[in-house]
């Protein structure tokens, strides 16, 4: 499905509040585009109406006095055949009263008192009077009552179609801010459902990009430009039918403009998507390299690298000016510019067509008509030019689109609602291989178990398989090859969500979250209850280092929790595993980067935690771990020890080596202390 289609379905969403809309913005245009044609009856029956023929008769409600004789209008009487005639014609700015019928009318001259008239060749003499404003005023009296109720209806309709302009905007932009609410809730649950390989591949910056901006710019396509679209389309609908209304040939010949438009949307869209394409994918590298630069912005000034970050973005920003140079050339071609040209060549061909001769008088097209005429189109040129300037944003947004639904289309999991009980903590890996990418295993053929209660430790080189062996028991990564099984239940049966549920992972960084102390434990799991958050801090002997904090676990923690140490961070990782209260917990290098006093402290807590719970440790300072039930010595993706710590060191291996060489680097660093 393409993108246009996919961006119109989530309009349907809301397809009611948008047909309410739609129906009020029919009525607004309806009520506006009724004005030219009271004008010009205001016009045709009220002023130049004057000219038509009136015949003498008794007085009555509808009359005019005139020397002592009465006059009614042509079109306000039914039977005047045997009625006297006279015409009020008008030459120059006075009229002409003249006592008897008028044959034909044409070009008007006065010659010592009387009227000429010429028209092809043919001409006529008439006996004229001029009138004075007052007595000419006398025959437009009758017209006052209805040209001011004309022109209160015209204001009525003003009044109601702005009215009917307000109700359809509002609800117009209601409802794109609902759809765009809606996209940005369905992107962001959709990202919780994305494996975590997907985010090995993608900076966060250009995820961040695609939440923020990119759906942004698609607000922008309902909220603007679908709204002028809607718009343009019903007014130019609306205008082209009041057009034949009015004269057919005109009509017709103004309707070129549509293939017109159609060839001109298609020529612009050829050029703009490629443009816009190139400037989202930009944009997006520079919010990526912006986030990537404040994460890093220790190491770029204590390396002083803040040249070289200011040449890469300077490079990108470049490049963002540079394609936004030629989209902006493109639309000042194709713009306002360009509709002013056309409307300005209408105009022209219109006099053209006529020749001049509808500003005459006794033309086949009245002056009203001419007015309405030329009023509808320039009117038309109205929505044509609000089209064609929406037609950037449109671009835009479809390329914007393009990206959100990629993203969409990536595949997750959708996260499931289903609860397992808190199983034992039994773990088997049987013949369990992995690999990243394609056959670079960095797993092979891994089996061991890990019963209830048991601590088993991970050790080995970096680049061995330790933190692999956790990522696909968590299931952040499926295994190729092999079965994982937690107490006889193969995980890959089970949701991961059930299968996360009674799992704790406490990582090197941890990471906490904008909020408190107390949040950052509980995750504002509902749950867990204050009670539990208090009893978590005091398992693993931090509650005395909070105390010292004036709102205790209520403290304020900004983002990555920066404004406490290291020490301090591990501790409410710890604390947060603990609540949750899990079967099977895993430390990954938990206490690598904790000071001696908190590790101590730590190592106290873990000896209460591990009850009851299988534990899994990896670890490169093997002091911590000698007390682990099992320690799996891995290398190049393959076990190739696994014993007690006594085992191990009799055994005068690999971990012998390792423990041995780390115990002489203390000494060492003892000696030099």
């Excluded at 002013?340 to 006099?351: E, H, P, Q, S, T």
């Excluded at 193969?490 to 991961?496: A, E, L, N, Q, Y």
């Excluded at 938990?590 to 101590?600: G, H, P, R, V």
């Excluded at 320690?631 to 060191?649: A, C, F, P």
Aim: glycine share 6%; with cysteine; net charge neutral.
């Amino acid at each position: 499905m393409n993108v246009s289609k996919r961006l119109f379905q989530y309009a349907l969403t809301y397809k009611k509040s948008i047909l309410v809309a739609l129906a009020l913005l029919t009525f607004a245009v309806a009520a506006e585009l009724t004005g030219p044609f009271i004008a010009k009856k205001m016009i045709d029956t009220h002023i130049l109406g004057v000219e038509l023929p009136w015949y003498e008769t008794n007085a009555s409600e509808d009359t005019v006095q005139f020397q002592n004789r009465y006059f009614i209008r042509e079109d306000r009487i039914k039977d005047h055949e045997l009625m006297n005639e006279i015409r009020l014609l008008q030459v120059d700015r006075v009229y002409y009263f003249i006592d008897e019928s008028v044959l034909f009318d044409g070009k008007r001259e006065i010659a010592e008192g009387v009227l000429v008239i010429t028209n092809q060749g043919r001409e006529a003499s008439y006996f004229s009077e001029p009138l004075s404003s007052a007595e000419a005023f006398a025959f437009f009296e009758p017209e006052i009552p209805s040209l001011v109720k004309l022109m209160g209806l015209y204001f009525g309709l003003i009044c109601l179609a702005a009215l009917f302009h307000y109700g359809q905007k509002y609800l117009l932009q209601v409802s794109a801010n609902k759809i765009i609410q809606k996209m940005r809730s369905d992107v962001f649950t959709h990202i919780q459902e994305l494996p975590v390989s997907y985010f090995d591949r993608l900076p966060a910056g250009k995820i961040v990009s695609r939440v923020t901006n990119d759906t942004e710019a698609i607000r922008e396509l309902y909220v603007t430009v679908l709204a002028t679209f809607f718009t343009s389309i019903i007014y130019m609908a609306g205008i082209y039918i009041a057009l034949f209304l009015l004269d057919v040939k005109l009509a017709l010949i103004c309707l070129v403009m549509v293939p017109i438009l159609i060839v001109w949307i298609k020529f612009y869209r050829n050029f703009a998507s490629k443009y816009n394409h190139k400037i989202r994918s930009v944009l997006s590298e520079i919010n990526g390299m912006i986030n990537e630069s404040i994460q890093g912005m220790r190491i770029i000034q204590a390396f002083g690298k803040e040249k070289k970050s200011n040449d890469d973005f300077e490079k990108l920003n470049k490049d963002h000016f540079m394609f936004q140079s030629k989209l902006l050339k493109l639309n000042s071609l194709t713009s306002h510019n360009l509709v002013g040209v056309f409307r300005n060549l209408a105009f022209v061909a219109l006099i053209w067509y006529f020749g001049g001769a509808s500003l005459g008088i006794g033309t086949v097209i009245s002056l009203g008509v001419l007015y309405a005429f030329v009023d509808y189109l320039n009117r038309l040129f109205q929505p044509i030019s609000q089209l064609v300037n929406q037609l950037s944003q449109l671009e835009q947004a479809r390329v914007a689109g393009e990206r959100v639904f990629e993203l969409l289309d990536e595949k997750g999991e959708k996260v499931s609602s289903k609860t397992l009980p808190r199983y034992k903590g039994n773990v088997c890996f049987e013949d369990v291989s992995f690999a990243y990418y394609e056959e670079e295993f960095v797993l092979k053929n891994i089996s061991f178990e890990a019963k209830q209660g048991e601590t088993v430790a991970l050790v080995g080189h970096t680049g061995s398989g330790k933190s692999s062996i956790m990522n696909v028991l968590f299931r952040f990564y499926d295994h190729n090859k092999g079965k994982i099984t937690i107490d006889d239940i193969d995980i890959m049966s089970i949701s991961k969500q059930e299968l996360r549920e009674h799992m704790g992972i406490v990582l090197q960084d941890p990471f906490l979250f904008t909020g408190t102390i107390a949040s950052n434990v509980c995750l504002n799991d509902p749950r867990i209850t204050r009670a539990q958050v208090e009893k978590a801090i005091e398992d693993v002997g931090a509650n005395k280092l909070f105390s010292r904090f004036e709102k205790g676990l209520d403290e304020p923690v900004i983002e990555k929790g920066s404004t406490l140490s290291a020490g301090e961070r591990q501790l409410i990782s710890f604390a947060r595993a603990l609540a949750f209260n899990p079967a099977i917990l895993i430390l990954d290098e938990a206490t690598a980067s904790i000071d001696t006093e908190t590790e101590a402290i730590i190592q106290e807590a873990l000896e209460v935690l591990k009850q009851g719970r299988t534990t899994f440790i990896i670890a490169h300072r093997l002091s911590t771990i000698k007390n682990a039930d099992q320690i799996l010595v891995l290398d190049g993706g393959k076990i190739v020890e696994r014993g007690s710590h006594h085992q191990l060191m009799d055994l005068k291996g690999k971990y012998f080596q390792m423990y041995q060489l780390q115990l002489g680097l203390k000494m060492e660093t003892a000696k030099v202390v």
